[in-house]
């Protein structure tokens, strides 16, 4: 058993998305914070430290994942405490700041945190003198969470309230208590990026910007750092608000060759899994590939119409039951099946695989050399963009490619880059899927795009991305540097 006296913090990564949850326990009682939607990694963390879980919490209502504290919470008969501020339909135990509550000898206390949310709490736990907190969308190591995904309205606002409640939990806790955030570890939610794994109160007064830049500054820096933000985080918050049921993680129906294509002719989409190199080399016609050893939930969700069925393409079982359990953690079930193996299980004749050229940098050098008018395509996001391309390159995200395709050629080779590879393969097989076979994966790093001899350029992005995620921060940005005075990013 567990001494008493400190709160013992387990942790629960899901690298694919940049989150962490947290068992925050006596050696005997849990409080859990922030639980992704597979609960049963949380079950299975508590079973074998001996735990009973009788609270669980919610830091906010997440933008980034659908929550499984309210499944949790009805399973294990334990009491689910969420921000105050919602209309919710499910029992529960909405909470404001100053509010208190036990979980074995641990004693936690709410501290309004706004700033990724308005409704944003952190949970200071402590046993006697010793304390940790748990600061969700807020304090994140080195950074604070992003202030746009509410509301553009109140962008600016909540970028300010960001640079106040970093200050409330500095001045309130002990320069030693361990943060403990849920975003931030690769995750989009980050308003900026984070340093290091772990941290404390005052680790952070000496390296976060929200604790050593002074208030106008900070904002500033913040708005200037945002970049869009996945599309499907449009469906996580409703979805959290209004209560999300359980999940059915069994194996999906195994699909022949014949209903494959089928799938493909009705739109629906074929993901495969495998690497890009391997994917390249052979596969389905018709597939889209999103290597399930990138940031693959991220990209998939954003870049796929949402609702649409799904077909999962793995080597291995076990390939596919990742990809699932990754797809259920943002309301993804529309999971119609899978197909395991490679192109000589998925077609009645092999040799009618399909192929996908990749070229490095230095390679693209070399092939558009003597070509007058290379086609070349740009999928990064908007700040990548403006830090730097290559010389007369088309930018269209690869979150935009869908609405775009107009603008692709057919009648010229298409060559596509992004920063490793990893979106460009994607959006190189969602081409080929649209009927375009004159595309090109340019598999490199973008680094190595200047020592190949091409010219880099640093320019805006054209003010057409749809939606009000990116604008309406740029247009934050312009209304809030010209009342103080600092110059436009």
């Known amino acids: 058993m567990t001494a008493p006296g400190i709160p013992h913090v387990l942790t629960l990564d899901s690298s694919g998305l940049g989150d962490r949850s947290y068992v925050v326990h006596d050696g005997r009682t849990a409080l859990v914070i922030d639980p992704q939607r597979d609960i049963d ?69 709410v501290i309004h945190t706004p700033g990724h949310t308005p409704n944003h709490m952190s949970y200071a736990v402590r046993v006697g003198d010793n304390s940790v907190v748990f600061t969700g969308g807020g304090l994140l190591y080195g950074s604070v969470g992003r202030p746009d995904l509410v509301s553009p309205d109140v962008t600016v606002k909540q970028a300010h309230d960001q640079w106040h409640s970093a200050h409330r939990l500095a001045d309130k806790l002990h320069d ?79 699909v022949d060759p014949a209903e494959l294509r089928a799938r493909v002719q009705r739109g629906e989409w074929i993901v495969d899994l495998r690497s890009r190199e391997v994917f390249a080399s052979s596969h389905l016609h018709g597939a889209v590939n999103f ?67 990749r070229l490095s ?22 700040l990548e963009w403006e830090s730097g391309h290559l010389a007369g390159a088309t930018f269209i995200p690869f979150y935009e490619i869908q ?39 340019v598999d490199d790093a973008f680094g190595n795009a200047a020592s190949a001899g091409f010219a880099i350029e640093a320019s805006p992005a054209p003010e057409r991305e749809p939606g009000w995620t990116w604008l309406a921060s740029r247009a934050a940005v312009r209304t809030h540097t010209e009342r103080s005075g600092a110059p436009t990013p």
């Open 41 to 109: 990694r949380v079950e299975r963390l508590a079973a074998e430290h001996g735990l009973s879980i009788t609270h669980v919490a919610e830091t906010h209502f997440h933008n980034d994942y659908v929550s499984g504290g309210l499944e949790l919470a009805r399973k294990h008969g334990a009491a689910y405490i969420v921000p105050s501020g919602f209309d919710i339909q499910y029992a529960a135990t909405q909470v404001d700041d100053g509010d208190a509550f036990t979980v074995g000898e641990l004693g936690v206390e």
């Open 176 to 254: 030693d208590t361990a943060i403990f955030p849920t975003h931030g570890f690769g995750s989009f939610c980050s308003a900026t990026q984070t340093q290091g794994v772990s941290s404390t109160i005052g680790h952070e007064k000496a390296i976060n910007p929200a604790l050593t830049v002074a208030e106008e500054a900070f904002v500033d820096m913040t708005l200037a750092g945002l970049d869009v933000f996945p599309a499907y985080y449009a469906h996580m918050g409703p979805a959290n608000v209004a209560g999300p049921g359980a999940v059915d993680l069994g194996e999906p129906e195994l």
């Open 291 to 357: 290597d399930l050893n990138g940031s693959f939930i991220n990209y998939l969700a954003w870049m796929m119409p949402w609702g649409t069925p799904i077909t999962l393409l793995g080597s291995t079982p076990e390939q596919v039951a990742q990809a699932q359990r990754e797809l259920v953690r943002v309301g993804i079930d529309q999971l119609t099946g899978a197909a395991i193996g490679g192109p000589e299980a998925w077609l009645d004749d092999p040799s009618q695989a399909a192929t996908l050229r």
């Open 361 to 382: 940098f230095h390679d693209l050098a070399r092939e558009i050399s003597a070509q007058q008018a290379p086609r070349v395509i740009d999928t990064r996001q908007i």
């Open 403 to 441: 609405d775009r395709l107009a603008e692709v050629p057919r009648d010229d080779t298409v060559y596509v880059y992004c920063g490793s590879g990893y979106r460009a393969a994607a959006v190189a097989s969602l081409l080929h899927l649209e009927g375009f076979d004159n595309v090109v994966l």
